[in-house]
């Protein structure tokens, strides 16, 4: 089992900018993906930005620029700062871990952006 806890959403203005943190604990494998998700109302949960244990790194076209993801692999956390914040960034924002052994979810952190 790996538990994720997630940290740092919150309210900010349009350019604005939001830091999220993600947890991980339990049974991390030496290789994993973490990554970020988001899912706005009414719409399908979508992948933000992932980051494997080797560095690679991908993002959504949509925030390419904007949002930068990192890891600190000896903490086994994962960070996603947000910058240049628009309204349609408004959303559910879910830490990932994948690996062989298994993928898990965290609780989702609100991110609001406002115009």
């Known amino acids: 089992q790996v538990q994720l806890v997630e940290s740092g959403g919150g309210l900010a203005q349009a350019g604005g900018s939001l830091r999220l943190s993600c947890a991980a604990s339990g049974s991390i494998f030496i290789l994993n993906t973490l990554g970020w998700y988001r899912q706005a109302p009414g719409k399908q949960r979508e992948v933000v930005a992932t980051?494997?244990?080797?560095?690679?790194?991908n993002y959504a076209d949509s925030v390419k620029g904007r949002f930068t993801i990192s890891a600190d692999n000896a903490k086994n956390t994962v960070y996603l700062q947000m910058n240049s914040l628009k309204p349609e960034d408004t959303a559910i924002y879910y830490c990932n871990y994948r690996s062989i052994k298994g993928t898990y979810w965290g609780q989702g952190t609100q991110v609001t952006v406002s115009s």
């Open positions: 980051i494997t244990t080797t560095g690679n790194t």
